[in-house]
């Protein structure tokens, strides 16, 4: 049975950092695709960052600001934010698939940690 549990989230502001985390358990060796998504009020889930075969993947608005991190001995994964931004403002999930994907897609990940808050203000 695969699990996801997200941690680290919380409010900043402006400009600051935070760093989460992702632990998981279930996932078969190295053979799948790890991200992160976020979703805001009233808007769809959309694409954060992905990670598959040690090569990382980042949506452009956050390049350079975030960085996406694997701990395979510890089954973890991490995201950290610098230069946070009240539009950066979400829950953020985890997410993962056996697939072999380098999808953006929310709908071709077929499981998903329960989602942590992250509020940006100005």
């Known amino acids: 049975q695969v699990q996801l549990a997200e941690s680290g989230g919380g409010s900043v502001q402006a400009g600051g950092s935070l760093r989460l985390s992702c632990a998981h358990s279930?996932?078969?060796?190295?053979?799948?695709?790890m991200a992160w998504f976020r979703q805001a009020p009233g808007k769809e889930r959309e694409f954060v960052a992905l990670t598959r075969d040690g090569r990382t993947t980042y949506w452009n608005s956050v390049k350079g600001r975030f960085t996406l991190s694997t701990d395979n001995a510890k089954n973890a994964m991490s995201l950290q934010m610098n230069s946070l931004k009240p539009e950066d403002t979400a829950v953020y999930y985890c997410a993962a698939t056996r697939r072999s994907t380098r999808s953006t897609d929310y709908s071709d990940y077929d499981y998903w940690g329960q989602g942590t808050q992250v509020t940006v203000s100005s």
């Open positions: 279930g996932l078969p060796g190295s053979t799948y695709t």
